[in-house]
């Protein structure tokens, strides 16, 4: 004789109603962890978008200045000491520190008389809330202390780090395609 005493049966065997009790807590719980987990992925995925967002206003600033000629508010998102590291388009190889980028920026800009056009393309950004890199396409033009037109287009790829809370160039790459058969740099830079 099976006799049956407030329990239900399945597919292995016997289950106190305790049992479909903690079945129910098991459901809830793994329904809230998920609420939880989905509250996270949303919680960093939006400050992701901030601190994209913050790097893309940061890069637009020093565009807009430095068209301008303003290379205190230009030169204003790299990190403002010794450990920034430039490796530049053109001679010299390479730069170690504010002072020697700023140095560089002047004599750049010095070339030019009157305005200069600068604009910006084709910004990709990637960040963990700590570091970040970015890439973009980069077209300055204007004229040369002789009346000659300049215009060069080049790639910038760029090394973020979040600073007491604040985002800053600490790595920066400039180059020019080069034409390997002839040697020379390719300054419009077409796709």
Same mark, same amino acid.
Do not use: C
């Given at each position: 004789?099976?006799?049956?005493?407030?329990?239900?049966?399945?597919?292995?065997?016997?289950?106190?109603?305790?049992?479909?009790?903690?079945?129910?807590?098991?459901?809830?719980?793994?329904?809230?962890? *998920?609420?939880?987990?989905? %509250?996270?992925?949303?919680?960093?995925?939006?400050?992701?978008?901030?601190?994209?967002?913050?790097?893309?206003?940061?890069?637009?600033?020093?565009?807009?200045?430095?068209?301008?000629?303003?290379?205190?508010?230009?030169?204003?998102?790299?990190?403002?000491?010794?450990?920034?590291?430039? %490796?530049?388009?053109?001679?010299?190889?390479?730069?170690?520190?504010?002072?020697?980028?700023?140095?560089?920026?002047?004599?750049?800009?010095?070339? %030019?008389?009157?305005?200069?056009?600068?604009?910006?393309?084709?910004?990709?950004?990637?960040?963990?809330?700590?570091?970040?890199? *970015?890439?973009?396409?980069?077209?300055?033009?204007?004229?040369?202390?002789? *009346?000659?037109?300049?215009?060069?287009?080049?790639?910038?790829?760029?090394?973020?780090?979040?600073?007491?809370?604040?985002?800053?160039?600490?790595?920066?790459?400039?180059? %020019?395609?080069?034409?390997?058969?002839?040697?020379?740099?390719?300054?419009?830079?077409?796709?």
């Amino acid at each position: 004789m099976i006799e049956r005493r407030n329990s239900v049966w399945n597919h292995a065997g016997p289950q106190s109603s305790n049992g479909a009790t903690s079945m129910k807590k098991l459901v809830i719980l793994g329904v809230v962890a *998920g609420a939880i987990a989905l %509250f996270v992925f949303a919680r960093q995925s939006s400050a992701k978008e901030s601190d994209e967002a913050k790097i893309r206003a940061m890069e637009a600033a020093m565009i807009k200045a430095y068209a301008a000629k303003d290379l205190d508010k230009g030169l204003a998102g790299y990190v403002q000491d010794e450990t920034l590291f430039v %490796f530049d388009a053109i001679p010299p190889r390479q730069y170690v520190g504010i002072k020697a980028w700023r140095a560089d920026n002047e004599a750049f800009i010095a070339m %030019f008389q009157g305005p200069l056009k600068l604009e910006m393309s084709d910004l990709s950004i990637t960040t963990n809330g700590k570091l970040g890199f *970015g890439h973009n396409i980069q077209r300055i033009s204007g004229t040369d202390k002789n *009346g000659k037109p300049i215009d060069m287009t080049f790639r910038v790829s760029d090394g973020y780090k979040k600073i007491n809370g604040k985002w800053m160039i600490v790595e920066e790459h400039l180059s %020019f395609p080069v034409d390997v058969v002839s040697g020379k740099a390719d300054l419009s830079s077409k796709p």
